[in-house]
């Protein structure tokens, strides 16, 4: 391998995104809140000041449960690879790692399914005849679907060659040989 396409194909490595944690962590931080005050409210006598003493205290709530949810959050790696593409492998990090040398790699495919294809899914076609699946979540900076052909492009460059099948010829049938 030469220095020329370890420019070309440098090591890259992708990062968990951090947004659908953020967005789930301010929708759970507003809506617990307000849960814990209906039901105290529906459990607590009727007096002039219910709706007023309601209202601070999904204030008070809100402020909790967004301050721990975020330090929780703040706990999380997201500086943590979760796919490495290299000259010799691809590697998941996600659940358990899986290393997939590219010399192993016969096919690669992707899959989109459920409802409005939200799974979006890697499917590694392995030489021994077996299949691997990745099922990718958010990535930082990409959608599924560019991480796919990236891995695409690497996987034709660094797998094994692909053995090209001659293409049917339909002019030995009908007749119009070239003599």
Not at 122 to 129: E, L, P, S
């Amino acid at each position: 391998m030469n220095s020329d396409s370890l420019e070309e194909f440098p090591r890259q490595e992708f990062t968990e995104s951090k947004a659908p944690y953020q967005a789930c962590v301010n929708v759970a931080s507003m809506i617990l809140p307000l849960i814990v005050v209906a039901t105290a409210g529906k459990i607590l006598p009727d007096f002039p000041a219910k709706i007023l003493l309601g209202v601070i205290a999904w204030c008070l709530i809100a402020v909790a449960c967004l301050v721990a949810m975020w330090r929780a959050l703040s706990r999380m790696d997201f500086n943590k690879p979760t796919v490495i593409l290299d000259t010799n492998a691809v590697t998941f990090l996600q659940a358990g790692t899986k290393v997939l040398s590219w010399s192993a790699v016969s096919k690669v495919r992707f899959r989109e399914s459920g409802q409005y294809r939200a799974t979006k899914t890697f499917v590694f076609q392995m030489a021994n005849g077996g299949e691997i699946e990745f099922v990718p979540s958010s990535i930082a900076g990409m959608s599924a679907r560019q991480l796919f052909d990236l891995i695409r492009i690497y996987h034709r460059k660094f797998g094994p060659p692909v053995t090209v099948v001659p293409s049917y010829d339909s002019s030995g049938w009908t007749g119009n040989d070239d003599d």
